[in-house]
């Protein structure tokens, strides 16, 4: 069974950065695109942010782009998040994804997505 696992959320300071990373095991990792998704209090989840298997292609939703950059190191099976100037309104809870299907490439569609971690906590202060 594949496990995801996120960490390194927290609370912060609007204006602060905050990096996420994310770790998979059982199945091959630079097979498959992964994504950061989002989901606050009352809201839909939401794709922050995509990246293809080999790292080339990334999608950023348009909240987060020139603050947000995500990233993958498929030689330590890691993808990261990387936040920076925060806003209150970032704040949620932040899932780590993978798609179903390997070498695809469906830019953030929710439905694309398969496996997904239990959620790591962001919190922005104003």
């Known amino acids: 069974q594949v496990q995801v696992v996120e960490s390194g959320g927290g609370l912060v300071q609007a204006g602060g950065s905050l990096r996420l990373s994310c770790t998979a095991s059982r199945l091959t990792f630079d097979d498959y695109a992964m994504g950061w998704f989002r989901q606050a209090p009352g809201k839909e989840r939401e794709g922050v942010a995509c990246i293809s298997h080999s790292g080339k292609t990334t999608y950023y939703a348009d909240s987060v782009k020139g603050r947000f950059t995500i990233s993958r190191d498929n030689a330590n099976d890691t993808m990261y998040l990387q936040m920076n100037s925060l806003k209150p309104e970032d704040t949620a809870l932040y899932y780590c994804?993978?798609?179903?299907?390997?070498?695809?490439?469906?830019?953030?569609?929710?439905?694309?997505?398969?496996?997904w971690g239990q959620g790591t906590q962001v919190a922005v202060s104003s």
């Open positions: 994804a993978i798609e179903w299907q390997s070498y695809s490439w469906r830019r953030c569609n929710l439905a694309a997505f398969g496996y």
